[in-house]
């Protein structure tokens, strides 16, 4: 049950697009479509803003978006805002009964 | 309002045993598998355990299983983690989850706790 690899870091200016990939396995990732992506702000909980690879649940914007393919899936985040400046985290149901978070990246607007 | 809330952290040695308890509101508790998440100091999430919406499916992380139990109370609208045998690497704050879904499998989760802190150490 290995942790799914990200960047450590991304970044942009504020406009632009950043993409974040996660990497898993067969076993994970590459199987099942249980994958979701969380934001989290220093000091605050984490916040769903994607689930099933490419889903958004009511009240984020469209400016994020998912995808999946083959064992990575990856997070694009359009139009950068100040306040997306964040740890991003990927989640994907691992069989089993378990899950596994990615390793986490922290995204910088410039 | 949905509102998780979690306590029964502190400060405990290695080897001792701790509960910890999440109180949900605002939701219909049972109709959801709901999750523990933990987060060392400065370090990522880690997923550690959930539970079905029965209570009849239920899943550890490799690093926890044998040592930690996960039990839901539907009557009470509560979530417990109980963790026996702590070792220092379990310190971390812990955080309980609702997940979208009634299933265990589906992760997605939509309303986080603040979390309660586990502080293993000697």
């Known amino acids: 049950q290995s942790a799914l690899t990200q960047p450590p870091s991304a970044s942009g200016s504020p406009g632009q697009s950043v993409t974040i990939s996660c990497t898993g396995t067969?076993?994970?990732?590459?199987?099942?479509?249980?994958v979701s992506w969380y934001q989290q702000h220093p000091g605050k909980a984490p916040k769903l803003m994607i689930y099933e690879v490419s889903k958004r649940p009511s009240g984020v914007p469209d400016r994020f978006s998912g995808s999946k393919s083959g064992n990575t899936a990856s997070l694009t985040v359009s139009g950068l805002q100040a306040d997306d400046e964040a740890d991003y985290y990927c989640?994907?149901?691992?069989?089993?009964?378990?899950?596994?978070f990615g390793t986490g990246t922290k995204v910088t607007v410039l | 309002e949905v509102q998780l809330v979690e306590s029964g952290g502190g400060l405990v040695q290695p080897g001792r045993s701790l509960r910890l308890s999440c109180a949900a509101s605002g939701i219909t508790f049972d109709n959801y598998a709901i999750h523990w998440v933990r987060q060392a100091p400065g370090k990522g999430l880690e997923w550690v355990s959930g539970?079905?919406?029965?209570?009849?499916?239920?899943g550890f992380a490799d690093s926890v299983k044998g040592r930690f139990t996960i039990s839901r109370d539907n009557a009470k609208n509560s979530l417990y983690l109980q963790m026996n045998s702590l070792k220092t690497e379990d310190t971390a704050l812990y955080y309980c989850?609702?997940?979208?879904?009634?299933?265990?499998?589906?992760?997605?989760?939509?309303?986080w706790g603040q979390g309660t802190l586990v502080t293993v150490s000697s």
């Open positions: 989850a609702k997940s979208l879904g009634s299933g265990i499998h589906e992760g997605a989760y939509n309303y």
């Open positions: 539970i079905s919406w029965t209570g009849g499916t239920i």
């Open positions: 989640s994907s149901y691992a069989g089993s009964n378990k899950h596994v």
């Open positions: 067969s076993s994970d990732v590459g199987v099942y479509n249980y």
